[in-house]
């Protein structure tokens, strides 16, 4: 039998290895194809070096942003020159609802104290304290929010409070907010700010009570890869975020609006969007073909077992059918385009993705034009899949396009 000592260090290997499963990430496999279970509404996935979007779903439509509008009241109060400074608490500040910090009416906060509360507990009454202390009032503060989201790019947003508190005409996108993140990030001090797990304030005058602030971000400091970012939720905006993901030397800004499962969304985006690009395939041989058709987005098996085509039955006689084998091949035109030099550019977009693309010359009416294609299919199946892709990724009509021989 065993003693008592061995089934108590058994039982505590048995706890760390369950508590190392629940933290663990996915095995770092996610395609393209993969994503089609993030449940958001809309969502971005932009490399920060290159600004090249990996990934979008519906990143221009007007979404309620929820607390992410934190990252860009956090932007304005620190150039606003004004984080040494103290603020009293006013009576409206100390009435926004949950989440908050609980700060009384007459109290006096440190400006960055309050963006730390912000950021890491996304606290709605320090966001009111800081619009206050900023600007003057909470109109006052978002104006200065809406030129300063125009003045770096994201203009298809709207801003009326500092929290992102349901409101009337209070919108934001997903593209907007990944153009708000990267600018946050280039602001000293912003990203050491979003990537604390805890940290402890207290009132300047009022009070000596301690505030501890914890993230909202459940990922940090649980992957492989760093997540900072701020969270948000309101009923109608469901679960968001905006933020930025970062590992071995590579960083995407990922952002996620009306989410049903938000960690399981930024699981998937994330790791997409870190995974390192696939070496550049052998277009020498058939064997490069499949595989470069075979990743990302067309699984393997799918080109190696692909069905074939059932013969065609031509004419029936004495000695049984007679038949002929179908010769049609599957191209996919990806876009016809009148500029030569926008296909060269488009024709490096697809095959940079793992497609055997070309450039044609067409005439139609009169009018060169030039076509991306992603040539020679033999089955429709595959060429439907590598169709949908691209239009996902690239956000183009595609057209499949049957050729005999």
């Known amino acids: 039998m065993e003693s008592r000592s061995q089934k108590g260090r058994i039982g505590v290997v048995l706890c760390i290895a369950i508590a190392a499963a629940m933290v663990a990430p996915p095995a770092r496999s996610t395609t393209l194809g993969d994503l089609s279970r993030v449940t958001a509404r809309a969502a971005i996935v932009v490399d920060k070096e290159t600004e090249e979007v990996l990934f979008a779903r519906n990143p221009n439509m007007p979404l309620p942003p929820a607390s992410t509008t934190k990252l860009l009241t956090s932007v304005v109060a620190m150039k606003s020159g004004r984080l040494d400074r103290n603020v009293r608490v006013s009576k409206h500040a100390s009435s926004m609802q949950p989440s908050k910090i609980w700060l009384k009416s007459g109290w006096t906060m440190n400006m960055r104290d309050l963006v730390y509360a912000m950021l890491i507990k996304s606290a709605n009454d320090a966001s009111v304290v800081v619009a206050e202390g900023v600007a003057g009032s909470v109109q006052n503060f978002s104006r200065r929010m809406n030129s300063t989201a125009k003045s770096i790019g994201a203009r298809r947003s709207n801003f009326v409070n500092p929290n992102g508190l349901p409101a009337r005409g209070h919108y934001s996108t997903a593209a907007d907010l990944a153009v708000i993140v990267k600018h946050a990030l280039t602001i000293p001090g912003m990203r050491g700010m979003m990537s604390q797990r805890t940290k402890t304030i207290r009132p300047r005058s009022g009070s000596r009570r301690a505030i501890k602030l914890r993230t909202t971000n459940k990922l940090l400091g649980k992957r492989p890869y760093k997540l900072i970012g701020k969270t948000g939720y309101t009923r109608r905006a469901k679960r968001c975020f905006a933020g930025a993901a970062s590992l071995a030397g590579r960083e995407v800004i990922v952002v996620v609006l009306g989410s049903n499962d938000l960690w399981g969304d930024l699981d998937l985006l ?33 080109i190696t077992k692909a069905p074939k085509q059932a013969p065609r039955v031509i004419a029936q006689g004495d000695r049984g059918r007679v038949v002929a084998e179908p010769r049609f091949r599957f191209h996919v035109q990806v876009a016809s385009l009148r500029s030569k030099t926008i296909a060269q550019d488009l024709l490096r977009r697809v095959t940079e993705r793992g497609y055997p693309a070309v450039v044609e010359r067409v005439e139609d009416r009169g009018t060169v034009l030039y076509r991306v294609v992603v040539r020679e299919f033999a089955d429709r199946v595959i060429a439907r899949r590598v169709a949908r892709d691209l239009s996902r990724e690239l956000r183009l009509e595609t057209q499949i396009v049957a050729v005999r021989g």
């Open 270 to 302: 994330v790791d997409y969007g870190l995974k390192p690009p696939a070496p550049a395939p052998d277009w020498s041989n058939e064997t490069g073909w499949r595989q470069a058709l075979a990743e990302p987005s067309v699984p393997k098996q799918a």
